[in-house]
Structures are given as C-alpha cells and as structure tokens.
C-alpha cells in the first residue's frame, strides 16, 4: 500500500480540482483513461517521462480506494 500525499495533489484552480499527480497536471483520471486505451505503464512512461511507475500505481490504488462505496439496487 503507497501512501497517497506525497503523490496525489488536489488544488482548487488545477484541472477543476480533480486528483493529480506530484502537483503536475496530469490526473488521477488521465493515467486511468490511457490504461483502459490499452496503453502499458512502460508506454505512458515513455510518452510522459515526468511520471514514475510508482505515481502510476499510486493512481491505481487512489481510484481503487475511491470505490469501496456499496451500490444499493433500486
């Protein structure tokens, strides 16, 4: 388990608030977006080399974290 504050940064005036990484403008939702496209974390690595795996499966983990809610049927 990674702890998240030194990696996910949320400010006000940053792509409307949403999760980033490191403060850059890269979000939670972008590194989640490229892995559904089927990119590999060695390919987003190389177009973004700002990024580190380790921000990548920080990302993971956040969005993972952010989906222990319970969905109640209607």
Do not use: H
Request: glycine content about 4%; proline content about 4%; overall charge negative.
């Amino acid at each position: 388990m990674y702890i998240y504050k030194n990696i996910i940064t949320v400010e006000p005036g940053k792509r409307s608030g949403k999760p980033c990484i490191r403060g850059m403008r890269i979000t939670v939702e972008d590194i989640l977006r490229w892995l559904a496209s089927d990119m590999s974390i060695d390919e987003i690595i190389s177009d973004f080399p700002e990024l580190t795996r380790e921000d990548i499966l920080v990302a993971l983990e956040f969005a993972a974290n952010r989906q222990e809610r319970t969905l109640v049927a209607a």
